[in-house]
């Protein structure tokens, strides 16, 4: 589907970002499962976005956490039983509820053509799909932004020194990738403030922003309004003690909905009982309009 039709989507109704069984860091419970409480939840359109398969120049690049690599994506010989059941389960509830087919797409400036020609690959069975950023270079390798605190510290803080300036390298490769161009590129952007996971981990008087932040994430919120873009509206920080808030921040929520950038429910559920978190804060604050 294009931006066209994925902006006519009723986001009031839609939860646009989960996992399934395919997902090695998930619950492992069927995707069957994830669709039944969603229509009991009363969701009329549903996207089912796994984790793409990574490059394999990844697990060579990659280091820290071996959990963060090894479980980060499915792996390329899962793909035909992904899609064949995706497929099959878009059939068998069509008439209760509009299943998008789809994945979470990793960027990685380095791999942008080995991407770029799996998306092009894939992209007539792709229905919808979110790009996002969960790994940062440094001098010894690709490191995660959010697999634990521990990790966190020990890479990506250790390499940009503080946590202005973790934020300030994610939103430029954030903005690198918004700025991306490519054939089947997805038009939804993923958890932008991602790197403000572990934030109540650190003192309160830590500071995760300065001007550089502030101009960078403007721009991200101007070219994605210019090119009439969406946004992942991720709510699975909002219970998370080291994060209570949303996916992009609430001050960077209200500045897209002043911009008209459409902000898609995404529970980013990796397990059935979370296919519907925060939900009801999402609508109660408008968050669709």
């Known amino acids: 589907m294009g931006r066209d039709d994925l902006s006519k989507i009723d986001r009031r109704t839609w939860n646009g970002h989960t996992h399934t069984e395919y997902c090695s860091h998930g619950s492992g419970e069927d995707s069957e499962l994830f669709i039944e409480k969603a229509i ?52 068998k509830y069509e008439e209760q509820i509009k299943i998008l087919v789809g994945f979470e797409v990793d960027y990685f400036e380095r791999y942008r053509e080995w991407t770029a020609s799996k998306l092009l690959e894939f992209g007539a069975e792709i229905d919808d799909a979110i ?29 940009y020194q503080t946590p202005v300036g973790v934020a300030n390298a994610y939103l430029t490769t954030v903005l690198n990738a918004i700025r991306w161009e490519t054939m089947n590129k997805p038009v939804r952007y993923g958890h932008i403030t991602l790197y403000r996971k572990w934030r109540n981990e650190f003192s309160p008087t830590v500071l995760w922003q300065d001007q550089t932040t502030a101009n960078l994430q403007s721009k991200i919120l101007e070219i994605i309004a210019q090119k009439g873009d969406l946004l992942d509206c991720n709510m699975s920080g909002l219970a998370r003690q080291s994060q209570t808030e949303p996916s992009p ?32 804060y999402y609508i109660q604050k408008k968050m669709y309009l």
């Open 249 to 280: 921040s609430l001050e960077l929520i209200k500045a897209a909905q002043k911009k008209h950038i459409p902000l898609v429910y995404g529970a980013d559920a990796h397990a059935v009982a979370a296919v519907a978190q925060a939900f009801d």
């Open 131 to 159: 790009l996002s950023v969960h790994f940062l270079p440094t001098k010894t390798g690709l490191r995660a932004i959010d697999d634990s605190y521990t990790d966190f510290c020990a890479g990506v803080l250790a390499e």
């Open 40 to 91: 009991a939840a009363g969701f009329k359109t549903y996207s089912f976005t796994e984790h793409f398969p990574m490059p394999p120049a990844f697990y060579k690049d990659a280091q820290g956490s071996r959990h963060a690599i090894y479980t980060a994506a499915m792996r390329s010989h899962e793909l035909p039983a992904y899609l064949e059941k995706m497929r099959y389960l878009k059939t």
